[in-house]
């Protein structure tokens, strides 16, 4: 089985599991994330004991309070785990970066179930510091100095990946004549299925007139297209292929990864501001299958930021580059040909950074989506996580591949 | 609100001076501002790197360009995410000598429903501290 082709192939998402999604929950990151992969281990069908690899993104101590979740060393002592292969860390194609690291860790054989959690705390922190952007402490000459990447935008108050995102949609603005009546659907799908998600954040309807009527954050992004910080965790196990006859529920197979960065890794400086890496990573990874756009059954495309679900879908081929905004208006056709973050995003069911993106590809595949559960039967799934030169994605396929 | 937008956001985040980029943030004291430009290749290099990273060999030096340059896109900024700051616009302006060449600035003197991409625009410096930023107007809007 899967003897040829890209190694990913060897790999499978064989258990899924997410803790509590909320608000100012009020947990620490360590229980939640316990929470999660205790699932992901059960729904695999394993015990603890058979767990022997372990990786995470971010890994700790990097970003705003409530970002990093706890590091992996934390969770392997929390759960007593006996590793041989681990890993974390933040530099690579986007958040996915930690499940295809696991991927290749079980094709090579370091490692035959690797646990890979995504964990957040962003509310409960926002809650008790205020929500604050970096460097936004303090002031005067008091105010420290700083050195690297971000010198170059500090001093222009770019101090968000919202401002840098923004840019995004005001260049296909120019290039594209998006307008912000198009781009609003992101929000507004995801709030649609958001509807039917009972863990989602915001389920209350929203219309176009709400989305236009909310207040503005860096031009022309509103409070509507960035999504919603929250507090929860999300694991999956990786494992062999070998493994999925055993598996006690629906294996989703690993069919490719997309990990490509062609252009200069950075905000200011990418050649295409249009779309940034989104635009290397799928290229890699339509070049490792047979798979085409077409067939593309549902898509949970990153949407941190609502532009960013619409270079996701032209990148993919979902729909032709520069026409995502007719493509999403209405929202029929995210809808019906290419269901579209059916779990309400991150903008509507919480920023768990790209793992949401992951885990609800999988409930999708396996069809446990209960009222919003595309019908069908679902057979191939495309995740993105990420944006801007920060971007990786995969195709994950109920049947087996390869 | 007053009739001119604000220049930028109410706490200037300062660089860090050292050797690699003193030169840059400093130029403005002539009112002139300079790129590290390889003698071999001519190619001008942002942010400044050790070597040339296009043909990894001539030398880099400091050299004076022209302040002209095109707004690859900008934002208006609303959110507080530095307290106290009005609404300012967050420019990407690539140079005219090199189109792989942007710096992220703010863009002054222009009305911001007047912010269009591919304006063209001309450098002006504000001192904070040791620091001259490079800002960027409407080209012609300081003669």
């Known amino acids: 089985m899967s003897g040829t082709g890209p190694l990913e192939r060897r790999a499978v998402v064989s258990g899924i599991g997410q803790s509590d999604v909320g608000r100012r929950l009020g947990r620490s990151d360590l229980d939640l994330t316990v929470d999660a992969c205790l699932q992901a281990v059960a729904d695999a069908g394993l015990h603890r004991d058979d767990i022997d690899g372990l990786a995470t993104f971010p890994g700790a101590g990097v970003g705003t309070a409530g970002f990093a979740g706890p590091s992996s060393p934390e969770v392997q002592d929390a759960l007593r785990l006996k590793l041989n292969w681990h890993d974390g860390g933040l530099e690579g194609p986007g958040q996915l970066r930690a499940v295809f690291a696991a991927c290749l860790a079980v094709a090579a054989g370091l490692a035959r179930h690797v646990l890979v959690y995504r964990t957040v705390t962003e509310s409960s922190a926002q809650g008790e510091g205020g929500r604050q952007g970096i ?8 105010v420290p100095r700083f050195s690297g990447p971000m010198s170059w935008t500090l001093p222009y108050g770019a101090v968000s990946a919202a401002n840098w995102i923004a840019w995004i949609a005001q260049r296909r603005m120019h290039e594209y004549g998006l307008t912000r009546e198009q781009l609003a659907w992101i929000a ?9 998600n009972p863990k989602a954040i915001y389920r209350q309807p929203m219309t176009l007139a709400d989305y236009l009527a909310v207040r503005m954050i860096t031009t022309p992004l509103c409070l509507y297209d960035c999504d919603a910080p929250c507090d929860g965790s999300t694991a999956v196990v990786v494992s062999h292929v070998d493994y999925a006859p055993d598996a006690p529920s629906t294996v989703c197979h690993v069919n490719a990864v997309g990990t490509a960065i062609r252009g200069r890794p950075s905000w200011d400086q990418f050649d295409d501001m249009t779309t940034f890496s989104a635009r290397d990573a799928a290229a890699s990874m339509w070049a490792r299958t047979e798979l085409r756009p077409a067939d593309v059954d549902v898509a949970e495309l990153y949407d941190g930021f609502s532009i960013l679900t619409m270079v996701w879908l032209e990148e993919l081929g979902l729909c032709p580059r520069g026409e995502s905004g007719p493509f999403v208006e209405g929202g029929t056709r995210i809808a019906r040909e290419v ?28 069809g446990e989506g209960g009222a919003r559960q595309v019908a069908g039967g679902p057979e191939v799934a495309a995740v993105a996580a990420g944006g801007g030169p920060i971007a990786g994605c995969m195709l994950l396929t109920r049947g087996v591949s390869g | ?31 002139r501002l300079r790129f590290l430009r390889c003698g071999g290749c001519h190619h001008y290099v942002h942010p400044p ?10 030398p880099l030096a400091p050299e004076v360009v022209s302040g002209r340059g095109v707004v690859h896109s900008f934002t208006v900024n609303y959110h507080q995410w530095i307290p106290g700051s009005e609404p300012y616009a967050i420019g990407l302006v690539t140079i005219e000598e090199q189109d792989d060449v942007r710096l992220t600035t703010n863009l002054v003197d222009c009305p911001f429903e007047d912010l269009r991409v591919g304006m063209a625009v001309e450098v002006t410096f504000e001192q904070a501290e040791d620091v001259w930023l490079p800002l960027f107007r409407p080209a012609g809007a300081g003669s």
């Open chain 1, 188 to 196: 507004l799908n995801g709030r649609r299925n958001a509807e039917v």
């Open chain 2, 49 to 58: 790197v050790p070597r040339c990273p296009y043909c990894l060999d001539g």
């Open chain 1, 339 to 366: 269901p579209l973050n059916t779990s309400g995003g991150q903008l509507s069911a919480g920023r768990l950074h790209g793992f949401g993106m992951l885990h609800e590809a999988c409930v999708q595949l396996r």
């Open chain 1, 135 to 142: 460097g936004g402490g303090g002031g005067g000459r008091g």
């Open chain 2, 1 to 31: 609100m007053s009739a001119a937008p604000a220049r930028g956001p109410s706490i200037r985040v300062l660089p860090r001076l050292d050797d690699a980029t003193r030169f840059f943030w400093t130029s403005g004291a002539d009112g």
